[in-house]
C-alpha cells in the first residue's frame, strides 16, 4: 500500500519506495521518510492533494505525486 491509501488519522510504517523519480526519493529522504519510521496521516486536502503527514515530532506535507511513491505497512492504531 501506497501513502496516497491511506486514511485520515491511520498509522503506517515506512518500507520502501516505488517506482519514481530518483529526486524525489532523495528528496523524501531528506525530509525524514526513511525506511522503518512511523508515521500517521493527519489531513488530506478535500480534492486528496496535499496530504498532511506526522512523523518524528513534526507534520509534513506532501504532493500526490510524491505520496504515491511511499510504500508503507498499517499498523494497529
Known sequence: MTLM??????????????????????KLLALGLTRGVKIRLVNRAPLGDPVEIELRGFNLSLRSNEASVVNVRQIAN
Request: charged fraction near 25%.
Open 5 to 26: 491509501n491511506m486514511s485520515k488519522g491511520m498509522e503506517a510504517i515506512v518500507t520502501g519506495y516505488g517506482e519514481g523519480d530518483p529526486a524525489y526519493r532523495a
